[in-house]
């Protein structure tokens, strides 16, 4: 094969990495939130939520141009304040692979969280601990392994986001061209080899996240099996 360009690469890694990372902290504050109160509305707070996974990437391109295009409120906003927009930037990419795959982080965190046992936090809050050492040394640690496999498959679903990426940030070579847009348009140029080369490329980064998450999963079943 050719040599090419690996700025999809580079491009691709950058916007999953900190879509990630946002979404690590959202989803530890939701699952969080959602596991300790009851209130009216949850049902519905939570289908918001998870809305993205049944949606077509088509509509949440849609939605994010409506909020962060020039003339949208939040577009509008952050151009006056801060002097920058979103739309065709890889920040809008990077937008995108976060609202796609917040769901993804947000059901692992959850099931985590759930499967903790409250009687070590309760015995916790009668020594009087508090509620965020709490969490930092027992719930956490005891959900690790969940929210590790969760943020696998974030990352993984943040490399592989086309439609709404292509929506919001648009297709501009060196700037905005992720791995998926990078096949797309070598596909609809009819270079098929540098389509293919992208696909094992993204093909590898997901069988490869994919089996760590499984062998994580069996080797912390095992443990506690053995416990």
Same mark, same amino acid.
């Given at each position: 094969?050719?040599?090419?360009?690996?700025?999809? +690469?580079?491009?691709?890694?950058?916007?999953?990495?900190?879509? *990630?990372?946002?979404?690590?902290?959202?989803?530890? !504050?939701?699952?969080?939130?959602?596991?300790?109160?009851?209130?009216?509305?949850?049902?519905?707070?939570? $289908?918001?939520?998870?809305?993205?996974?049944?949606?077509?990437?088509?509509?949440?391109?849609?939605?994010?141009?409506?909020?962060?295009?020039?003339?949208?409120?939040?577009?509008?906003?952050?151009?006056?304040?801060?002097?920058?927009?979103?739309?065709?930037?890889?920040?809008? !990419?990077?937008? !995108?692979?976060?609202?796609?795959? +917040?769901?993804?982080?947000?059901?692992?965190?959850?099931? !985590?969280?759930?499967?903790?046992?409250?009687?070590?936090?309760?015995?916790?809050?009668?020594?009087?601990?508090?509620?965020?050492?709490?969490?930092? *040394? @027992? *719930?956490?640690?005891? $959900?690790?392994?969940?929210?590790?496999?969760?943020?696998?498959?974030?990352?993984?679903?943040?490399?592989?986001?086309?439609?709404?990426?292509?929506? @919001?940030?648009?297709?501009?070579?060196?700037?905005?061209?992720?791995?998926?847009?990078? @096949?797309?348009?070598?596909?609809?140029?009819?270079?098929?080899?540098?389509?293919?080369?992208?696909?094992?490329?993204?093909?590898?980064?997901?069988?490869?996240?994919? *089996?760590?998450?499984?062998?994580?999963?069996?080797?912390?079943?095992?443990?506690?099996?053995?416990?």
């Amino acid at each position: 094969m050719m040599a090419y360009d690996l700025s999809p +690469l580079w491009l691709s890694l950058r916007v999953a990495v900190i879509s *990630t990372l946002f979404v690590f902290v959202v989803s530890l !504050a939701l699952a969080r939130f959602m596991t300790r109160r009851d209130f009216f509305g949850k049902s519905f707070l939570e $289908a918001l939520i998870l809305l993205p996974l049944v949606l077509p990437p088509t509509v949440i391109g849609f939605g994010l141009i409506v909020l962060f295009g020039v003339n949208g409120p939040l577009g509008m906003l952050l151009e006056q304040w801060f002097g920058f927009r979103v739309v065709f930037t890889w920040i809008g !990419a990077a937008i !995108a692979s976060f609202v796609v795959s +917040l769901p993804l982080m947000y059901q692992s965190v959850l099931a !985590a969280f759930e499967k903790v046992d409250p009687r070590w936090e309760n015995v916790a809050r009668t020594m009087g601990v508090s509620e965020w050492r709490i969490f930092r *040394t @027992i *719930t956490f640690p005891l $959900a690790w392994s969940g929210i590790l496999a969760g943020l696998i498959l974030a990352f993984a679903r943040g490399i592989g986001e086309f439609g709404a990426t292509l929506m @919001i940030a648009g297709y501009i070579p060196g700037v905005t061209e992720t791995i998926p847009l990078a @096949i797309y348009f070598a596909y609809e140029a009819g270079d098929m080899e540098k389509a293919l080369f992208w696909v094992l490329i993204v093909s590898s980064l997901g069988v490869a996240a994919i *089996t760590w998450v499984n062998y994580w999963r069996k080797k912390t079943a095992v443990r506690i099996g053995r416990e």
